[in-house]
Nanobody
Framework: QVQLVESGGGLVQAGGSLTLSCVAS????????MSWYRQPPGQERELVGM???????KYEESAKGRFTIFRDSDKKTVYLQMNSLKPEDTAVYYC????????????????WGQGTQVTVSS
């Protein structure tokens, strides 16, 4: 079992920055992929970016050039650094993790965090 806990959300003005953290506890070494998702108000949850097999990173178009995913050397914490934030980035941000090998377009995950709210004011 793996537990994921996100933190770092908050209120920020447009153009500002935030860094979210996701700490994995339990059995984090069994994790193959870790991803960040977000759910804007009234919308479906969407992928932001993913860390595949611990060494390949893929970003969705909305995140490219502004967001960066990186991980601590102990492999227990994954970060989402967000720069140049826009009001449309307002959402609850979730960390997700999974065991095994999946296609990048497969959104099935074994573990989810509780989410952290990011609000970007204009």
């Amino acid at each position: 079992q793996v537990q994921l806990v996100e933190s770092g959300g908050g209120l920020v003005q447009a153009g500002g920055s935030l860094t979210l953290s996701c700490v994995a506890s339990g059995s984090p070494l069994e994790i193959e992929d870790m991803s960040w998702y977000r759910q804007p108000p009234g919308q479906e949850r969407e992928l932001v970016g993913m860390l595949v097999r611990g060494n390949r990173i893929k970003y969705e178009e909305s995140a490219k050039g502004r967001f960066t995913i990186f991980r601590d050397s102990d492999k227990k914490t994954v970060y989402l650094q967000m720069n140049s934030l826009k009001p449309e980035d307002t959402a609850v941000y979730y960390c997700a993790a999974r065991r095994g090998f999946y296609s990048d377009v497969d959104h099935r995950y074994d573990y989810w965090g509780q989410g952290t709210q990011v609000t970007v004011s204009s």
